[in-house]
Nanobody
Framework: QVQLVESGGGSVQAGGSLRLSCAVSGFTYATYCMAWFRQAPGKEREGVAF????????AYADSVKGRFTISQDNAANTLYLQMTSLKPEDTAMYYCAAGGRVDNWKRQTDFGYWGQGTQVTVSS
């Protein structure tokens, strides 16, 4: 049974940092590309960061470039999202997802597996 379990969310003041984790089970970690998405209240879910698990290539949404870093520990079957210089507009539910294609990594229909999400709240 495939499971993606996010953790690490919380409340932080603007300018602060958080590291999200996504523990993967049920498939060999490097089988799929992985990504982080987020959904703010009243907004559509959007892609935040993407990684090719077998090669390390990464991609980011323009809104988080230079502030967020996606990484992985293949041996631990875990995906991470290090978030720094957080802004109130980063407030959202953050989801990890498995699947995707590098040519259009934000296309959510290409991701077959999703976690339940972890809430990030950034206050000004």
């Amino acid at each position: 049974q495939v499971q993606l379990v996010e953790s690490g969310g919380g409340s932080v003041q603007a300018g602060g940092s958080l590291r999200l984790s996504c523990a993967v089970s049920g498939f060999t970690y490097a089988t799929y590309c992985m990504a982080w998405f987020r959904q703010a209240p009243g907004k559509e879910r959007e892609g935040v960061a993407f990684i090719i698990t077998s090669g390390g290539y990464t991609a980011y949404a323009d809104s988080v470039k230079g502030r967020f870093t996606i990484s992985q520990d293949n041996a631990a079957n875990t995906l991470y999202l290090q978030m720094t210089s957080l802004k109130p507009e980063d407030t959202a539910m953050y989801y990890c997802a498995a699947g995707g294609r590098v040519d259009n990594w934000k296309r959510q229909t290409d991701f077959g597996y999703w976690g339940q999400g972890t809430q990030v709240t950034v206050s000004s």
